[in-house]
């Protein structure tokens, strides 16, 4: 009888371990893509404004290392300095060897030709298209911090190219790009009122 109790009192307490856990995950996960929404939008209203596209790189790295560095206390994670900048380094690195770049610059701005907003917005391209960006690094962050500070099989390669592939979706760049036009537009609006 006393070992039939202590098991099952075992098995309710490993079952609320469970749950406790699987909760804290899905908060982790809304407070991580908040976090991720919040400096991909960042991303694009500084490179918007910003008139010298060589100076683009480095705000965008500024961000990314904020970013970076919440998300991993969103995950309980104390980083030095040296780590984010290691792991962002690696970021950019593999973006840029993947043509990640690129390939997101060129369906941003298909996007952005159906309209006549998209045609005289060059800055809207270039701002959306490192929000972007800043949206595959950050979910793939996302995922590093998840999985304890592990890119898992096959590195930040795969960890991007399973994020990219995931954010390529014509419905997802629609979505994308239609929240960049209304949060471009109103940065643009409220400033010249």
Not at 19 to 34: F, H, M, S
């Amino acid at each position: 009888g006393d070992a039939l109790r202590a098991g099952n009192l075992l098995l309710r307490a490993h079952l609320l371990s469970r749950k406790a856990q699987g909760q804290l995950g899905q908060e982790r996960d809304r407070k991580a893509q908040a976090v991720i929404d919040k400096f991909q939008w960042i991303t694009a209203a500084t490179v918007f404004a910003n008139p010298i596209p060589a100076l683009d790189l480095l705000a965008n790295g500024a961000v990314q290392f904020q970013m970076v560095s919440e998300l991993a206390t969103v995950y309980g994670i104390e980083v030095s300095t040296a780590h984010v900048k290691m792991v962002a380094a690696q970021m950019v690195q593999t973006l840029l060897k993947l043509g990640i770049v690129e390939a997101a610059t060129s369906l941003i701005a298909g996007l952005f030709k159906s309209s006549l907003v998209g045609y005289a917005a060059g800055g809207a391209v270039q701002g959306v298209s490192m929000a972007y960006l800043t949206h595959i690094s950050g979910h793939a962050f996302k995922e590093y911090f998840a999985r304890g500070q592990s890119w898992g099989g096959g590195g930040t390669q795969a960890g991007l190219i399973r994020q990219f592939d995931l954010t390529s979706r014509a419905d997802f760049l629609q979505e994308f790009a239609k929240q960049a036009i209304q949060k471009v537009s109103n940065r643009v609006f409220k400033g010249s009122e």
